[in-house]
Structures are given as structure tokens and as C-alpha cells.
């Protein structure tokens, strides 16, 4: 079975272009680390052992990017992805990522927190009114 990404690319192509990419904007080493399943080399891992020292952690749509937000290593990452409003999301950008600031990454763990809703309250129409009331 072959899964598909947002990138309509499966894991391996997306990991192919993305480290291509990087290397035509950087020299700096470049680590691959998969998601841990059993069996895999990263099962019973911590990403933030990974995240020790690291420059930028580059993801599609990972939650592994709050992992590195939360560790304050500057991400990389899909537009579409949660960390976008406080990370980069153009590969060119792999030597100089924003880093957002502790204010700002409060400030957006506010709005991530309070935009969680489960399947009764998005269909009761609660969290379109508690996002309308955040857009107004």
C-alpha cells in the first residue's frame, strides 16, 4: 500500500525533493528522520534527542513541527500546517528560518488551544462561533 501526502508525493519522493532542494541552499548536514513505527529504527525515540542542537527542523504536515516550536528550534514547514503562522515555508530559507519569539509562540499556542473542537461542537456550529467572535 502507498500513502499519499498532502504534497500528492509519497513519503519517499517528499524526502527526495525535499533534501534535493535543501542542497542547492545549503551545505550544512542534512538528517532524515522518519516517523516512529514499530520496527523502524526510530521506534521508542524521543524527537527532542533529535532536536538537540539542530538548526531547523524541515516537516510537511508533522506534528513534529510543534515538537521542535516547543523545543524553540526554528521550523520549516507546510503552509498548510498548524506552525506555518510562526514558521518558514519556503525551502530557501533553510539558513536564515524566522524564529519566532517566547511572545509570539504564546501568543499563537493561545490560538491553537483555544481553535481544538470535537465533531459535536463543530457540527453544533460552537466553533465557528467561537472563531467568528476571534475573526470580529
Keep these: 500500500m502507498v500513502t499519499y501526502n ?5 513519503q519517499d519522493e517528499w524526502i527526495n525533493e525535499c533534501v534535493n532542494e ?4 545549503t551545505k ?3 538528517k532524515v528522520r522518519n516517523k516512529p513505527r514499530p ?5 521508542n ?7 538537540k542542537g539542530a538548526h531547523c527542523l524541515v516537516t510537511n504536515m508533522s506534528l513534529s513541527a510543534i515538537d521542535a516550536v516547543m523545543n524553540m528550534t526554528p521550523v520549516i514547514c507546510h503552509d498548510k500546517n498548524v506552525c506555518s503562522p510562526i514558521a518558514s515555508t ?7 528560518p524566522f524564529k519566532a519569539s517566547r511572545k509570539i509562540i504564546t501568543e499563537w499556542m493561545k490560538i491553537v488551544v483555544e481553535n481544538q473542537f470535537t465533531l459535536p461542537e463543530i457540527e453544533s456550529g460552537k466553533a465557528f462561533e467561537v472563531m467568528r467572535k476571534q475573526i470580529i
Design 6 to 10: 498532502i504534497n500528492g508525493m509519497n
Design 22 to 25: 535543501l542542497k542547492k541552499h
Design 28 to 30: 550544512r548536514e542534512i
Design 39 to 43: 520496527g523502524n529504527e526510530f521506534w
Design 45 to 51: 525515540t524521543d524527537i527532542k534527542d533529535s532536536l
Design 90 to 96: 519556503d525551502l530557501k530559507f533553510i539558513e536564515k
